[in-house]
């Protein structure tokens, strides 16, 4: 598969009282993409001489994905669902029973590539970093390699249809670089989304800095304005820059133009974000105040950077995202719950029956933030009337299945949404032992992911999602 983004693709769309921006005429070459109208009825015309349009539902509504990570696996007693023909939920996933008919609990899936094999320790770096990517990471501090990650695959594929191709969150305000985990780089501890083997993509922790990227800083009806100047801005500057280097390259040898060249095209790939906002017109301006920066209250903070992930739902600033609630290895104490020890260093409980009580109920909590989310997606209406939760696919889940034990099979996972109706929620799936990247597969169709024939270890598709 190419590592090579996706080329900038423009859309004619045709002027009708009932078109939106999904549909448009073939043949006319270039043209604007018009922006979300809410008042005109999606998928109320059919597509003219073109197959199906990537990352939308039946009705022509946007579909989109994200994956949600928690820290440090799970107690696997109260997670897993009692067997039966109905969705009875274990005690840490209980928060999600008002949702038990928009979600799936999968059982039996497995990231191999995590598992210590002859690398030793490091099981924490493992889970993060193979997370999203299914492949085996290269144990260094400074030599990092990796894969791309399957947002990235979906963002490469579906990105130009929005201002922004994909949205990293985090819940972790640290930046970490160097060693962290027996020797593994800190990049694989704390990235989910990777656009290269060799490149992270660092997630946002502020969610002041998050919402201002979207929509522009100011009060509401001030935002376009200030975006429209920070894009001249940013124009002038990348000018300048361009003018700047290109003035230099006569002075360089063959190595320094290598490496000027590397850099041009990184400028010019910025260049090009910038005219794909352009082109996608003005997004739309959300009657709430902007945010304030971190607040000192992690649930307060996580229900927030939940906010933006629906704000930028709501407003098709993107349909790809991932959230990393916190690391894997994570020692984060929650006294406001009554557990004041680190999480990490509870996870290995030895079979304390009080240390595993205490985990259960963070792994309860970490749950009870994904309930509120699901909530808003929930009451949230699309532009075809159905809610966002309807037509997205949420992944929740670790990439440790046992902390305790370290092990990376039988992970716990949640997918919640419908998929625009292509998923069958309601339900407990066991797959009995498939790689974790065969789901990826499977959402990777449905996002209109075109011959993607394999992805990090998959064997194939899920067969029932």
Not at 169 to 175: A, E, I, P, V
Not at 203 to 228: I, K, M, W, Y
Not at 298 to 303: K, R, S, V
Not at 340 to 358: C, Q, T, V, W, Y
Request: with cysteine.
């Amino acid at each position: 598969m190419s590592t090579n983004p996706k080329p900038f693709r423009h859309h004619a769309a045709e002027r009708h009282a009932s078109l939106n921006r999904r549909h448009f005429l073939r043949g006319l070459g270039a043209g604007i993409a018009l922006p979300t109208f809410a008042s005109l009825a999606p998928g109320a015309l059919p597509l003219l001489g073109a197959a199906a349009p990537l990352a939308t539902t039946a009705t022509g509504a946007p579909l989109r994905t994200a994956f949600v990570f928690f820290p440090n696996g799970a107690i696997p007693s109260a997670w897993w669902p009692k067997d039966g023909e109905s969705l009875q939920f274990g005690a840490t996933l209980q928060p999600l029973e008002s949702h038990a008919k928009r979600l799936q609990v999968l059982g039996g899936l497995d990231h191999r590539a995590a598992e210590p094999g002859p690398d030793g320790g490091g099981d924490h770096a493992r889970g993060n970093g193979v997370f999203l990517t299914g492949v085996r990471l290269k144990k260094s501090a400074t030599d990092i390699r990796a894969g791309i990650s399957i947002d990235q695959v979906m963002a490469r594929e579906v990105g130009h249809l929005t201002r922004f191709p994909s949205l990293e969150l985090t819940g972790d305000t640290g930046r970490y670089s160097g060693a962290c985990d027996s020797g593994y780089a800190c990049a694989y501890q704390h990235n989910l989304s990777w656009s290269s083997p060799t490149t992270p993509l660092s997630a946002e922790a502020n969610p002041r800095l998050v919402f201002e990227r979207l929509f522009g800083s100011g009060a509401p009806g001030e935002r376009a304005a200030s975006l429209d100047r920070r894009q001249r801005e940013q124009r002038s500057i990348l000018d300048f820059i361009v003018s700047d280097a290109r003035s230099m390259q006569r002075r360089l040898n063959s190595p320094d133009r290598d490496k000027l060249d590397q850099y041009l095209t990184g400028i010019r790939e910025i260049e090009t974000r910038i005219a794909r906002a352009e082109q996608l017109g003005k997004p739309r301006d959300p009657a709430v105040e902007t945010p304030p920066g971190i607040p000192t209250d992690y649930g307060e903070h996580l229900q927030l950077m939940f906010d933006m992930l629906v704000l930028a739902f709501q407003t098709d600033s993107t349909r790809i995202a991932t959230m990393l609630l916190a690391h894997d290895g994570s020692n984060r104490s929650f006294a406001h719950i009554g557990i004041p020890e680190g999480h990490h260093d509870l996870s290995h409980h030895f079979n304390d029956a009080e240390k595993i009580r205490k985990v259960a109920d963070i792994d309860r909590w970490y749950a009870q933030q994904f309930a509120r989310f699901l909530d808003k997606m929930e009451s949230t209406r699309d532009d075809d009337g159905n809610s966002l939760l309807h037509n997205s696919m949420i992944v929740y889940g670790g990439g440790n299945a046992d902390a305790n034990r370290h092990t990376h099979s039988n992970l716990p996972i949640v997918l919640a949404g419908g998929g625009g109706g292509t998923l069958t929620p309601g339900r407990y799936q066991k797959h009995g032992g498939k790689p974790m990247s065969n789901l990826y597969l499977s959402l990777a169709d449905r996002m209109g992911v075109a011959g993607l024939k394999q992805f990090g270890d998959s064997t194939g598709r899920l067969g029932a999602v």
